[in-house]
Structure formats: structure tokens, C-alpha cells
């Protein structure tokens, strides 16, 4: 079992960047797949970024790609959500999740353990 708790959300204009992080407790990163979603406004939760647990091989959202980035560092066991020249359509509550699967999800309901979610808000 693993408890993940995100933090850095926050109000930044257009342009700007912000790097989200994860950090989780009980069972390690290694024993999980992993994915960041975010949910807007009146939407579903969407992926944004997905890392398959076998071989960190990483799933993208087309609206992400070139201006999100994940890193990792195993040691503080916390994952990070780089994102770059920010748009007001990323305005969201992002969250952080893992999946026990050896395959790479991209769908909500494949992942077992979520974050309580931190929002971000970009002005235009």
C-alpha cells in the first residue's frame, strides 16, 4: 500500500512554469507503474503523463507533450511534474496515481492509489 500526497499547485499567468511533486510513503515507487492526471473544470480526470512500471517507458497527452516532462528521484521516493510554458487550458487539479499493472494505463479506473490533488491555475 502506498499514501501520496502532491503539493506545488498554485496561480501562475500564461507562460510561466511549475513543477509539481509527489511524494509517497509506505511501499516504494519501484513496485508501481505511475501517471499524472489532471481533472478541469466540469471534466473527467484525463492522463497527462503515464510511466510504465517495467521500463519507465512514458505515455504523453497530445496537449502535453514538448512542455510537460516527469522526473524522479528514488531516493526522497518523490516523482515531479515539470511544467513548462503553461497555457490557461492546463487550469486543473492534477494528481498523481499508481498502478500495480506491468502495462501502461491510461485510463482512471486502472490505478489503485490516488493523491488528494493540487490545483493549478493559469491566467491568461
Known amino acids: 500500500q502506498v499514501q501520496l500526497v502532491e503539493s506545488g499547485g498554485g496561480v501562475v499567468q500564461a507562460g510561466d512554469s511549475l513543477r509539481l511533486s509527489c511524494k509517497a510513503s509506505?511501499?516504494?515507487?519501484?513496485?508501481?507503474?505511475m501517471a499524472w492526471f489532471r481533472q478541469a473544470p466540469g471534466q473527467g480526470r484525463q492522463i497527462v503523463i503515464g510511466i510504465r512500471r517495467s521500463d519507465a517507458i512514458r505515455h504523453y497527452a497530445d496537449s502535453v507533450r514538448g512542455r510537460f516532462y516527469y522526473s524522479r528521484d528514488n531516493a526522497k521516493n518523490t516523482m515531479y511534474l515539470q511544467m513548462n510554458s503553461l497555457k490557461p487550458e492546463d487550469t486543473a487539479t492534477y494528481y498523481c496515481?499508481?498502478?500495480?499493472?506491468?502495462?501502461?494505463?491510461?485510463?482512471?479506473?486502472?490505478?489503485?492509489?490516488w493523491g488528494q490533488g493540487t490545483q493549478v491555475i493559469v491566467s491568461s
Open positions: 496515481a499508481v498502478t500495480p499493472s506491468w502495462t501502461l494505463p491510461t485510463t482512471e479506473a486502472d490505478y489503485t492509489y
Open positions: 509506505g511501499d516504494s515507487f519501484s513496485d508501481y507503474g
